[in-house]
């Protein structure tokens, strides 16, 4: 069973415009919400986090909204630029398990000039 | 290093071969992550060692797989008779706090191919 759900599978978004990518959780022991952004042949890298004290977390042109009573966070991406073209993805973490990050299935972002 | 490093990039190996994957951590990092990437999925959770102790072995799919981290540093994970369905990225990510507080650092990860 995936314990966090990511939409849309891919997205495709003009150069300058917004890209929105959500997530769906059900676990409320989830504590710590990071997104990671991964080029081909390359591992995951931290882009941003957010825990569940906060609704809304801003680092440059990248935005975490969270929204604890829905269980739903989502990534925006403002000015997008074709060097994000990436596959992102959301995760989740519960505080009592030590390290373990589930993560969504991820989405493909191209960003085209 | 610089960061996480992982050998052999890239792997083929023939069903029932066994196979062994290197991880070396960012030096001083006390925790260590295996993750597993299928081709166009998320990565899924292998197993987690704090310095030697190997805490959470929960998400090794069969008793083929086996990891270790004898001295605390470098990481090896094993599997053996290899089966086509291990055909995967292998992801090593490692920590300096207390894996609820520290971001992961991955390495580039280890391709395997099994025929």
């Known amino acids: 069973q995936q314990q966090v759900k990511q939409s849309p599978q891919s997205l495709i978004v003009q150069k300058g415009g917004i890209s929105i990518i959500n997530c769906a959780y059900e676990n409320t022991a989830f504590d710590y919400f990071p997104w990671y952004q991964q080029f081909p042949g390359k591992g995951p890298a931290l882009l941003i986090a957010?825990?569940?004290?906060?609704s809304e977390k801003k680092e440059g042109r990248f935005t975490i909204s969270f929204n604890k009573s829905a269980k739903q966070f989502s990534l925006h991406i403002m000015d997008s630029q074709p060097g994000d073209s990436a596959t992102y993805f959301c995760?989740?973490?519960?505080?009592?398990?030590?390290?373990?990050?589930?993560f969504g299935r991820g989405t493909q972002l191209t960003v085209w000039p | 290093g610089a960061g996480v490093s992982q050998s052999p990039r890239y792997k083929v190996a023939k069903r029932g071969q066994d196979v062994a994957l290197r991880c070396d951590p960012i030096?001083?990092?006390?925790?260590l992550f295996w993750y597993q990437q299928a081709l166009g999925q998320g990565p899924e959770f292998l197993t987690y060692f704090q310095n030697e102790a190997q805490l959470d072995k929960s998400g090794l799919p069969s008793d083929r797989f086996f990891a270790e981290r004898p001295e605390g540093s470098v990481s090896t994970l094993k599997i053996q008779r290899t089966q086509q369905e291990d055909s995967a990225v292998y992801l090593c990510a490692s920590s300096y706090e207390g894996a609820n507080t520290g971001e992961l650092f991955f390495g580039e990860g280890s391709r395997l191919t099994v025929l």
């Open positions: 030096s001083g990092h006390v925790s």
């Open positions: 957010i825990r569940p004290d906060v």
């Open positions: 995760a989740a973490r519960r505080g009592s398990t030590l390290g373990r990050l589930y």
